[in-house]
Nanobody
Framework: VQLQASGGGLVQAGGSLRLSCAASGRTSSSYVMGWFRRAPGKEREFVAA????????SYADSVRGRFTISRDNAKMTMYLQMNSLKSEDTAVYYC??????????????WGQGTLVTVSS
């Protein structure tokens, strides 16, 4: 599966953005999907994940209540709605696909990343 993330940009603190991750190749409904991010000078960290059917979802504590992950398997697209953005959310955001069953981890496929910059 190939993944293409988009939707990043510059936004003021308190604002919102919606990221998209379009999949091609093998149907994305065969994969658990997730969002990760890497802030400047920091390690990549988990943001959110969603099961194949969308019935199970997991969030990092730092984004829970502000971010919402969703997927549309018919469109082979995953989304990350980000509200109440903070300067510490500034990072390159990556989408990833995991062929293992929920909640096993093992993201073997990665998109190219999209930059989110939150100005304070």
């Amino acid at each position: 599966v190939q993944l293409q993330a988009s939707g990043g940009g510059l936004v003021q603190a308190g604002g919102s953005l919606r990221l998209s991750c379009a999949a091609s190749g093998r149907t994305s409904s065969s994969y658990v999907m997730g969002w990760f991010r890497r802030a400047p000078g920091k390690e990549r960290e988990f943001v959110a994940a969603i099961s194949r059917s969308g019935d199970s979802i997991s969030y990092a504590d730092s984004v829970r209540g502000r971010f919402t992950i969703s997927r549309d398997n018919a469109k082979m697209t995953m989304y990350l709605q980000m509200n109440s953005l903070k300067s510490e959310d500034t990072a390159v955001y990556y989408c990833a696909a995991n062929p293992r069953k929920w909640p096993s981890v093992g993201y073997g496929y990665w998109g190219q990343g999209t930059l989110v910059t939150v100005s304070s």
